[in-house]
């Protein structure tokens, strides 16, 4: 509830805090643009004009808009922590963010989530979050941490917590899994975010009557069209792999304005450096042909309602002062940006103080003895499975190969880009490794490790040879999480992730040009995928067809079982 003071500043008996006069003001609950005045007080803003007013600032002309909702994001994929996401993101216009923890969660549960609460309390980006409804993502595999139903419940009952994340486990809601509809029951109520790719018909009705109101995965606009029908609010995904506004932004009009949204969902760190965070969303949705006070509404008060924020979004009283001063609104051009009507970006820099947080109770998260580690195949008769990695998607293929042997053992053919996979178990200390074969990678010599694995976040290594896979491992257990890039036994490029083994405490220019060598050490090896760090990060996610491989093995997706390496 607004302060005492605000009110009378607003009845004109008290003076302003702020008062931006010579505006052109983004009116998204009129769908008007208009010229006038925005008078804050206490955070708030009061009205359209004032008085009189402690500071006066002349926009001569310029835009003013609501701060820029993100609806759906991993802070985890930037790779930094979030007081760096924060100054990474006020400077492009997004003022709010509705996060899912689940990258941490995975690793360590409640406590991760307790940082990431405790870890944005006091920064000047609104930070929400969503409880995670999968920890693990599925049975296949062992996480460093599993939610059950009273978990989430818990984590519902939390603040600034506003309902229950990305249910990716739809095969679980339309089974009935009494664990799966548990959580469901416990978010009764409250915004459930959806993930279910490509459901459509009966099924899609009987998902979204269990509860899911929301949807990202969305590639096209016929599948769009029916999961808005189906009573879906439409969170148009723009991430650093996964792009589909050029595809879905027809489906964005006045009409259905009021559900559709945009999100990033994973912007890593190279993105968010080149390309920019919501300000680059609305940028291409407005070049794309959608009107730009529609888009800027879409991305604001909607996205507000939507997630039961109900004073954000707009410029009228009684909403928060998170502001966006625009020179060009459809080159979404950001001059400064306020937050309860403070400044805290300007000319493309963050000005405002962003405290980091004590960070050691989620660190030392790689518990593994390299040493007793074994990545020897012993040589069966038959052919072998293995995975085909397809350039720029998450899928892969199953692919039947005849397997080099050496020695009694099934070893690494550089000259048919077929090399060793292993998944390491790196939260318990089980010994677990899920050993494999991969086509794709195009490695000539030595091996990329990351804990950087989805969704459970094992530590992953691809390699041509045993030694080099092991020195990779190796390093990462002594960096305590990151990425490497091995060769003849020497580190040729590495990036520490101490923080749970997904994120850096270093600047987000410095994780992105340690990513950048990454890739040009991936290069020197042999590598032929444009981002190969990413590509190895997802063969271990067994929610995602065709073949992937977790600690306990491989795993066919489609049927959702554990198969033998040899057919």
């Known amino acids: 509830m607004v302060s005492e003071r605000a009110f009378a500043v607003a009845k004109g008996e008290e003076p302003a805090d702020l008062l931006f006069v010579n505006a052109r003001l983004v009116d998204v609950l009129s769908g008007e643009i208009r010229r006038g005045e925005l008078a804050v007080a206490g955070g708030y803003i009061v009205g359209f004009g004032a008085r009189e007013a402690r500071r006066v600032v002349d926009l001569k002309g310029k835009y003013i808009a609501p701060g820029l909702i993100d609806a759906h994001v991993h802070i985890e994929s930037s790779q930094v922590s979030p007081a760096e996401f924060a100054r990474a993101v006020l400077p492009h216009g997004t003022t709010c963010v509705v996060a899912d923890p689940h990258e941490i969660a995975n690793v360590l549960g409640l406590k991760g989530i307790e940082y990431m609460l405790r870890a944005t309390e006091a920064l000047p980006l609104r930070i929400f979050f969503m409880a995670p409804s999968c920890v693990p993502a599925s049975p296949l595999e062992n996480s460093g941490a599993v939610l059950s139903a009273d978990d989430v419940r818990e984590v519902l009952s939390w603040d600034r917590v506003l309902g229950l994340g990305e249910m990716m486990n739809f095969p679980g809601v339309l089974a009935r899994d009494p664990e799966v509809w548990g959580k469901l029951a416990a978010a009764r109520g409250k915004p459930i975010d959806g993930h279910a790719p490509g459901l459509a018909g009966p099924e899609l009705w009987a998902y979204a009557l269990a509860g899911p109101r929301t949807d990202h995965e969305c590639t096209t606009l016929e599948e769009?069209?029916?999961?808005?029908?189906?009573?879906?609010?439409?969170?148009?995904?723009?991430?650093?792999?996964?792009?589909?506004?050029?595809?879905?932004?027809?489906?964005?009009?006045?009409?259905?304005?009021?559900?559709?949204?945009?999100?990033?969902?994973?912007?890593?760190?190279?993105?968010?450096?080149?390309?920019?965070?919501?300000?680059?969303?609305?940028?291409?949705?407005?070049?794309?042909?959608?009107d730009?006070?529609?888009?800027?509404?879409?991305?604001?008060?909607?996205?507000?309602?939507?997630?039961?924020?109900?004073?954000?979004?707009?410029?009228?009283?009684?909403?928060?002062?998170?502001?966006?001063?625009?020179?060009?609104?459809?080159?979404?051009?950001?001059?400064?940006v306020y937050v309860d009507g403070r400044l805290v970006a300007e000319g493309g820099r963050c000005v405002a103080e962003i405290p980091e947080t004590e960070s050691e109770d989620v660190t030392s998260t790689v518990v593994m003895d390299p040493d007793k580690l074994s990545f020897s195949i012993p040589a069966r008769a038959g052919k072998v499975r293995a995975i085909g990695v397809i350039p720029g998607q998450v899928v892969t293929e199953e692919l039947i190969l005849e397997p080099k042997i050496s020695g009694g053992e099934v070893v690494a053919d550089t000259e048919r880009d077929i090399l060793k996979l292993a998944v390491v178990e790196r939260h318990r200390g089980t010994g677990n490794v899920g050993l494999g074969l991969v086509h794709g990678f195009g490695l000539k010599r030595g091996a990329l490790a990351s804990t950087v694995?989805?969704?459970?976040?094992?530590?992953?290594?691809?390699?041509?040879?045993?030694?080099?896979?092991?020195?990779?491992?190796?390093?990462?257990?002594?960096?305590?999480g990151g990425q490497v890039a091995v060769a003849d036994g020497k580190v040729m490029a590495e990036l520490p992730l101490p923080i749970a083994g997904l994120m850096s405490h270093l600047p987000l220019e410095e994780v992105a040009r340690r990513g950048r060598e990454l890739v040009r050490a991936a290069r020197e090896l042999g590598c032929t995928l444009p981002d190969p760090f990413m590509a190895l990060s997802f063969l271990a996610l067994p929610v995602i067809p065709k073949l992937k491989l977790t600690d306990l093995g491989l795993v066919d997706v489609e049927r959702f079982q554990v198969l033998s390496l040899f057919v």
């Open 292 to 336: 730009p006070v529609v888009t800027i509404a879409a991305a604001t008060v909607h996205a507000a309602r939507c997630f039961g924020i109900p004073d954000l979004g707009a410029l009228a009283p009684g909403f928060r002062a998170d502001l966006l001063v625009l020179a060009d609104l459809e080159r979404m051009e950001v001059e400064r």
């Open 224 to 290: 769009a069209g029916e999961k808005l029908r189906a009573g879906m609010h439409i969170l148009i995904r723009e991430g650093t792999t996964a792009r589909n506004l050029s595809a879905l932004i027809p489906l964005l009009t006045a009409s259905t304005a009021p559900f559709v949204h945009f999100c990033t969902d994973d912007r890593h760190p190279e993105t968010l450096i080149t390309e920019g965070h919501m300000d680059d969303v609305l940028r291409k949705a407005i070049a794309g042909g959608a």
């Open 453 to 480: 694995a989805h969704d459970s976040h094992n530590l992953i290594v691809v390699g041509t040879d045993d030694a080099d896979m092991r020195r990779a491992v190796e390093e990462l257990a002594r960096l305590g």
